[in-house]
């Protein structure tokens, strides 16, 4: 797995005449119940989860260390019809936005995001624990978190990250978030080994949801 900008940007340039990816089967199939609201897709690569968002009338910030595979993220946008810009910054909670996508280059070793902002936070085949934490953070009480990615049971199996320190051990997602309730967990192994979590951050008691 590449570990700084430089090696992101040359896999995704080399990657850049490909079709994109199909979105994650687990994502796909909760689009009708999400809640309405921003939505984060962090790590979103060139964009296969955020265009899917954006498509089906969500607003997206899409976060990623490459600044090439956000480049190919806004091209595929405007074939889409999409709008889409590049940002420094999160814009202010309520603040009003024309463009469907936003997409803001930062390294996810050392962003802070805001508190209580997003309605979504989608993490898909993307593993960095100190993320944890900012990601309950975030979340806007009653907001929803999907996230899958690999587990250790990986390095049997064919492709995939081999690299120990960016896969899950068996159990370890369903723990990870406590601060948020648990809606659907599940671990697979079949071609891919993969943990899926769905997660909800409480609703204040007796306030505004």
């Given amino acids: 797995m590449p570990i700084n900008q430089p090696d992101w940007d040359e896999r995704h340039r080399a990657i850049a005449a490909d079709a994109p990816a199909e979105p994650a089967t687990i994502l796909r199939e909760l689009l009708p119940i999400l809640p309405s609201g921003p939505v984060l897709d962090l790590a979103c690569g060139t964009g296969r989860h955020a265009l899917l968002m954006a498509a089906n009338h969500h607003v997206v910030s899409a976060v990623d260390f490459s600044g090439v595979a956000l480049d190919l993220l806004q091209q595929r946008a405007l074939l889409r019809n999409l709008s889409t810009s590049r940002v420094c910054n999160f814009p202010a909670l309520g603040a009003p936005r024309t463009e469907r996508i936003l997409t803001l280059q930062a390294n996810l070793e050392q962003i802070e ?14 593993l960095q624990r100190s993320l944890f934490s900012e990601i309950q953070k975030t979340l806007k009480p009653g907001g929803i978190l999907v996230f899958e990615t690999f ?3 990986q390095l049997e199996l064919e492709g995939g990250p081999k690299n120990p320190a960016y896969l899950l051990e068996t159990g370890e997602l369903r723990t990870a978030f406590p601060a948020l309730g648990t809606v659907f967990y599940r671990e697979l192994r079949a ?19």
């Fill in 191 to 209: 071609e891919q080994a993969i943990a899926s979590l769905v997660a909800q951050k409480p609703r204040r008691t007796g306030g505004r949801p």
């Fill in 151 to 153: 587990t250790r049971a």
């Fill in 113 to 126: 995001l805001p508190q209580d902002y997003f309605a979504v936070v989608v993490c898909i085949q993307y």
